[in-house]
């Protein structure tokens, strides 16, 4: 009887998997144009560019437009940048064009 009640489960809980999605919020990943949940693009291949995904991209890396739109790693501490998502630290200094550690303001 316990076996029947733990397959039951597994049924039920492979059938709620996402797969159909109208926002990267819904996917573990992100949702491309045509409504599906897609797994990361690894670095080095070919990305949207003109649309920023949060996820597009696999771990410590970005969707830069500037290299043919493909996935490259993300920028170090004092790199030359365009972009706050291109960066380590999320923060981009305009003032330098560089990346570098974000910046709190003291209370």
Not at 52 to 62: F, G, L, P, Q, S
Not at 85 to 98: K, V
Request: aromatic share 12%.
């Amino acid at each position: 009887m316990l076996f029947i009640v733990v397959i039951f489960i597994l049924l039920i809980n492979s059938s709620q998997t996402q797969d159909t999605c109208s926002n990267d919020n819904q996917c573990p990943y992100y949702c491309d144009g045509d409504g599906k949940c897609q797994k990361p693009i690894p670095r080095g291949h070919q990305c949207s560019g003109y649309t920023r995904h949060n996820r597009v991209c696999d771990i410590a890396t970005w969707c830069d437009p500037g290299e043919n739109s493909t996935c490259q790693l993300l920028k170090n501490i004092e790199e030359k940048c365009k972009y706050d998502y291109s960066c380590i630290d999320n923060y981009y200094d305009l003032e330098t064009s560089t990346c570098q550690y974000r910046k709190f303001i003291d209370e």
